[in-house]
């Protein structure tokens, strides 16, 4: 596995959950940051031209949403 895998994310999105169960069904291991419990995370996410969640982001790739087929090019580009 080369990128790490972050999932900006908060409770009860339901596209967030589509997005943390497709990555562990395709046996990515990610990091979960809720915006909801830190500034910091909201401003990373918006320092990647977002303004709302999910937002996943591994190396130089982001995807905002549950995107599947932009989700695709980013796990193979994690080194799934």
Avoid: W
């Amino acid at each position: 596995m080369s990128g790490q895998v972050i999932v900006y994310s908060t409770a009860n999105c339901s596209d967030c959950n589509q997005v943390k169960q497709l990555l562990t069904e395709q046996g990515v291991s990610f990091e979960v940051r809720d915006v909801m419990t830190s500034t910091a995370y909201q401003e990373e996410v918006e320092q990647l031209g977002f303004m709302g969640v999910p937002v996943t982001v591994s190396g130089e790739h982001a995807v905002k949403g549950f995107n599947l087929p932009e989700l695709k090019v980013l796990i193979e580009a994690a080194g799934k």
